[in-house]
Structures are given as C-alpha cells and as structure tokens.
C-alpha cells in the first residue's frame, strides 16, 4: 500500500478543478479543499442551478467553505480559448503557482441515449462531446504546463472512462476519452523531465446530479461524487506520483493502493458499469 492521503495535508497548494459545478468534477473541488489546497472552480453556472440539473459554482463555493475550505469561483465557458487563457493568467497573478490541474469539464448532449445508433443522433453530438471534453482537456494541459514546468512540480488528472476501451453512450464518447488517454501518454513523455505528472482517472458509475435525476436507476455498488476526488488527493498528496504518470487507472485502483473509501466507508464496484446498448 502506498503512502496514505490522509498523510499527505496539501495546505499551501493551488489546484484548478474544471466544471465544477456539480457531479465529479464539485465532488473534486471539495476533497482537495478539504486536503488543505485553495481551489478555483470553474463552469458556466454561477449563481443559480440550470433548469435541467441542479448546482452552481456558487453553490460548489459555499459547500467547500462549509468544511472550512477555501474555493474561488470563475466563470469560463471552455469551449473558449481566450476564457482559458485569462484563466490560467489569473491563477498564476494571484495564486503564483498551480500545483493540480482536474481536466473535469464535460458537455453532454441533449437527449443523449445509448439505445440510440450513432447514424440516428444529431452529427454536431460529436462536436458536443470532443469540444468540452477532449479538446478542452487539451486546452487546461497546454496551460497548466506551461505554469508547472517552470516551477518543476505539479499533476495534471484528466478525468476518463472505461468508455476509451468499450461502449458507454455514443461512439463519440468512446473517441473522445480514447484520444483524452492519448493524451495523457503522449504528454507524460515531455512533462516527466520537469518533474510534473499527468494521469487519467477512471471513475466508475457515480451518483450525479445527472444518474439520481433518473426514476428507478439501480446505484447499487455506485461512487459518491467525492471518491474521485480523493483519488486526485491521494495522488496529489504522494512524493512517488510520477509511478502512475502517462497511465489511464480508475478511482477504485487508486483506493486499493492507497488504503482509502468512499464516504460511506465503503468501497464502490470496480467492474464498470455498461449502459444498455
């Protein structure tokens, strides 16, 4: 077993967490302020929950100061470079640093439905899902290397699936978190050398705001939306992190290694989830 996350404090720390509105990427943003880090959260949604899902970046922000955490809410679209870039160039104003990037932020199409065959689903779908998702993945590490590498050190967490090796929801998805663990080898190469690593997470089925809004989905054997975030605690908080940099390995993985469980105290399913096709 590695070294324990409840070990390593990350007070001091500045992480950036995408979309963290709701779902995986809040359950994030509230692990590493527990952790100690200060966060700046980003999304579309600041002050009130959209009409279809509930959560806020206001609402993330006032969660995080609850526990006695510190997050920053900012808006950005990322589909939009130029909202990126002022980003980063805040972060690096104010914070002077960047030590973990979560590459969270993630469009879904209206309606989607794995039932529905590829040929049957609106063509822009793919432009949905690549965009806000695999390319604004892209977009957060060309950035955040920039701020690491010259400060020798940080971590980058790209947030995938089991959807890069078999069939979650459309063919695009599959695609785009494929090419989002391509990227994350590809990167590892050139950012090991200035001692910042880059890994994709694989969560299993989570309790979103998105699955619990759905009458009747089984969430036996489900992740909290916190246990991915103390997976990014974990291998942020570990000397020896660049043992997982350039690999794609899933939420439970990490747990196992770490010595970690979800907020229940237990351990979610490790066998991935397969929506009906």
Not at 138 to 156: C, D, E, K, N, P
Not at 237 to 260: E, N, P
């Amino acid at each position: 077993m590695r070294e324990s996350f409840r070990m390593n404090s990350l007070g001091g720390r500045v992480a950036i967490v995408t979309g963290a509105s709701r779902g995986i990427g809040k359950g994030c943003a509230l692990e590493l302020a527990a952790a100690g880090a200060t966060v700046y959260v980003t999304g579309r949604t600041i002050f009130e929950a959209s009409d279809r899902l509930p959560g806020s970046l206001k609402a993330t922000v006032a969660e995080v100061e609850a526990i006695g955490g510190q997050a920053i809410a900012v808006a950005c679209d990322h589909a939009d470079d130029d909202q990126v870039a002022e980003l980063f160039a805040k972060v690096s104003r104010e914070a002077r640093r960047l030590d973990v990037l979560v590459n969270n932020a993630f469009c879904v199409p209206a309606n989607l439905n794995p039932k529905t065959p590829f040929w049957k689903t609106p063509i822009s779908d793919w432009d949905v899902m690549i965009d806000v998702g695999t390319r604004s993945s892209y977009v957060g590490t060309h950035f955040a290397s920039r701020i690491m590498v010259a400060q020798g050190s940080g971590l980058i967490v790209n947030i995938s699936s089991a959807g890069a090796v078999r069939f979650f929801h459309h063919l695009a998805y599959g695609v785009g978190k494929a090419a989002l663990d391509r990227i994350t080898v590809e990167a590892a190469r050139p950012l090991s050398r200035h001692g910042v690593a880059i890994v994709s997470l694989w969560p299993n089925l989570v309790k979103t705001e998105r699955v619990l809004g759905i009458p009747g989905f089984d969430l036996k054997g489900a992740e909290s939306q916190r246990f991915t975030g103390r997976a990014v605690v974990a291998l942020a908080g570990d000397s020896g992190v660049m043992h997982y940099s350039g690999k794609a390995v899933t939420s439970r993985g990490i747990a196992d290694a770490y010595g970690f469980k979800d907020v229940d105290g237990r351990l979610p399913d490790d066998s991935p989830w397969q929506p009906e096709s």
